[in-house]
C-alpha cells in the first residue's frame, strides 16, 4: 500500500538553528499538509499545500516556517530559528483531492528536539 | 475550521466486546473523517462519511452521521487487543483543507 515517507525520523538541533523536515508523498496526490503534535497534546495543523503554493495556514505557521516542493517527489518544512517550543512530532500528510475525499495518509512524523 | 469532540474520553473493554466511540461538531461539513493514533506514531485514516451520506461499514468498523444532531459514532465490533489506540474523529467543512483533531477517545482493549 502507498505510504507517506518522512525523513528524519529524530532530529535534535540547537535552539536558534535552522532545520528542515523531509517528506515524500504519495506520488499521485495533489495536496500536501503537515501537522505537529507536542508531546501529550492534540495534533494541530500547520500548512496546506496545492500547487506550488500554500492553500491554507494555521495561527501557528508564522514568518518562521516555510513549505517548498522542490522536485516532483518531496515536500519540505522549514524551521528557519527554532525555539524550545517547536519541539513536537511533526506529521506530514497527502490526499488525492480537495477536502480529502478519500482520506488523508499520514507519515510516520519526524520526532524534533530542540535543546 | 472545526474541530470534532469525542466522547467518552477513555474506554476500557474486554477483547470481543464491542467498543462505540462518539463525535461531535458545530458547524455544516463536507465529509467527516475517523482515525487512529498508536501512541507515539502517525494517524491512520479509518473511514470517511461523506454528509449525504447515513452509515458507511469498512470491515468492523461502522460510521454513522446524524447531520441534523452534528454527531458521528465509530463502532468497532469483535474488538482485538491490537485496536487499542486513541481514535479521533475530524470533521472537514467545505472549501477547507484543514483536519482538527480533538483530544480523541483513548480505547483500550484487554486480552
Known amino acids: 500500500e502507498p505510504e507517506v515517507t518522512q525523513t528524519p525520523s529524530h532530529q535534535v538541533t540547537q535552539m536558534g538553528q535552522e532545520v528542515i523536515l523531509r517528506c515524500v508523498p504519495i506520488?499521485?496526490?495533489?495536496?500536501f499538509y503537515w501537522y505537529r503534535q507536542i508531546l501529550g497534546q492534540k495534533v494541530e495543523f500547520l500548512v496546506s499545500f496545492y500547487n506550488n503554493e500554500i492553500s491554507e495556514k494555521s495561527e501557528i505557521f508564522d514568518d518562521q516556517f516555510s513549505v517548498e516542493r522542490p522536485d516532483g517527489s518531496n515536500f519540505t518544512l522549514k524551521i528557519r530559528s527554532t525555539k524550545l517550543e517547536d519541539s513536537a512530532m511533526y506529521f506530514c500528510?497527502?490526499?488525492?483531492?480537495?477536502?480529502?475525499?478519500?482520506?488523508?495518509?499520514f507519515g510516520s512524523g519526524t520526532r524534533l528536539t530542540v535543546v | 475550521s472545526q474541530q470534532g469532540e469525542e466522547d467518552p474520553q477513555a474506554l476500557s473493554i474486554q477483547e470481543g466486546e464491542n467498543a462505540t466511540m462518539n463525535c461531535s461538531y458545530k458547524t455544516s461539513i463536507n465529509n467527516l473523517q475517523w482515525y487512529r493514533q498508536n501512541s507515539g506514531r502517525g494517524l491512520v485514516h479509518l473511514i470517511l462519511i461523506r454528509s449525504n451520506e447515513r452509515e458507511k461499514h469498512s470491515g468492523r468498523l461502522r460510521v454513522t452521521l446524524d447531520t441534523s444532531k452534528k454527531s458521528s459514532s465509530l463502532l468497532i465490533t469483535a474488538s482485538r487487543a491490537a485496536d487499542t489506540a486513541s481514535y479521533f474523529c475530524a470533521p472537514l467543512g467545505a472549501g477547507s483543507y484543514q483536519l482538527t483533531f480533538g483530544k480523541g477517545t483513548k480505547l483500550s482493549v484487554i486480552p
Open positions: 500528510a497527502s490526499s488525492e483531492q480537495q477536502g480529502g475525499n478519500y482520506g488523508y495518509t
Open positions: 506520488s499521485n496526490h495533489l495536496y
